[in-house]
């Protein structure tokens, strides 16, 4: 389990029922004030302002896995077996690269490294075989990174960009390494935290401004934030037992967005946590850091 706990009672709020199937990805988009988040399963793009107008919804030709900010104002998404690009505005999708991973694996996890580059990786679709990519998009080119993952998660990039966090989901383990934004990664990945048992697996993170890392713990029931040596500051209990990922936004940057799942939970589960697959509001005291654009 996890030592060092700071146990909080819930804070979280809900502001948008679902439910999604597999909530992910939500993105505070500073230059407009809208937040976005992703239904991978329905193959939905969300937005909405902070006090909920504005709400809209697009249908995506392919389940989107992660969305990040696009330097002329719309999207960049890793989704199906590729990377494209978003309108909201209009609803168009455009393809960059359609096939850069297997038909075995479908686009997860991705964010901005603090340098305007996407870093994005793969799922196995089984969920049983480390043969899911990563890759990182730089001006233009596409490059694959080295490790393979079963699910990778994450990314987060220290406040500096020099360091990078991520996860291979089913081992239950966060992991770090340096980071270059003209390299990549730089050194062997170590383990940052260990997760165990009941703690559920690590899934969506990023890193605020002081530079503690905030993760979603799926089948966890919660949401942790991180020191820098990987000791626990708080824990924050969530009233769903599948959080997926989250982001800061709001005015301030003081507030947690946090997305969920209801996906493969029976009918009985279901009714043990009825706001599985909404999305949730948190308001806290640390503040976060504005999502980089992606250069093109």
């Known amino acids: 389990m996890i030592a060092n706990m700071t146990a909080q009672k819930a804070l979280a709020k809900k ?77 168009v999708v455009t393809a960059i690269a359609s096939e850069l991973s297997d038909d075995n694996c479908l686009m997860n996890d991705g964010k901005a490294d603090r340098s305007g580059n996407f870093v994005f990786g793969a799922k196995h679709l089984k969920e049983c075989d480390p043969v899911a990519g990563c890759w990182r998009y730089q001006s233009g080119q596409i490059n694959p990174l080295e490790q393979k993952f079963i699910v990778f998660n994450g990314p ?4 500096a960009g020099d360091r990078i966090y991520f996860a291979n989901s089913p081992t239950q383990q966060i992991m770090t390494a340096s980071y270059s934004p003209t390299e990549g990664i730089t050194s062997l990945p170590e383990v940052f935290v260990q997760l165990s048992g009941d703690d559920g697996y690590p899934d969506g993170m990023t890193v605020d401004s002081e530079g503690c890392l905030w993760n ?81």
Request: hydrophobic share 40%; proline share 7%.
């Open 156 to 159: 987060a990039f220290s406040p």
């Open 15 to 91: 502001i948008w029922e679902g439910p999604a199937l597999l909530g992910e990805s939500p993105l505070w988009d500073h230059r407009t004030g809208f937040l976005y988040w992703v239904d991978i399963e329905n193959n939905k793009l969300y937005r909405q302002k902070e006090d909920g107008t504005d709400y809209s919804s697009l249908d995506l030709p392919t389940p989107a896995g992660s969305i990040a900010l696009w330097h002329d104002g719309g999207l960049i998404a890793a989704m199906g077996q590729g990377l494209s690009l978003i309108d909201p505005d209009r609803g």
């Open 216 to 296: 979603a713990q799926w089948d966890g029931w919660a949401i942790t934030r991180y020191r820098l040596d990987g000791s626990v500051d708080q824990k924050i209990d969530m009233p769903v037992q599948r959080p997926t990922s989250l982001c800061f936004g709001g005015e301030n940057l003081k507030t947690l967005f946090v997305t969920s799942a209801s996906t493969r939970l029976s009918p009985k589960v279901l009714a043990e946590n009825p706001g599985a697959g909404a999305l949730f509001q948190l308001d806290l005291d640390v503040v976060g850091l504005p999502e980089e654009t992606i250069t093109k």
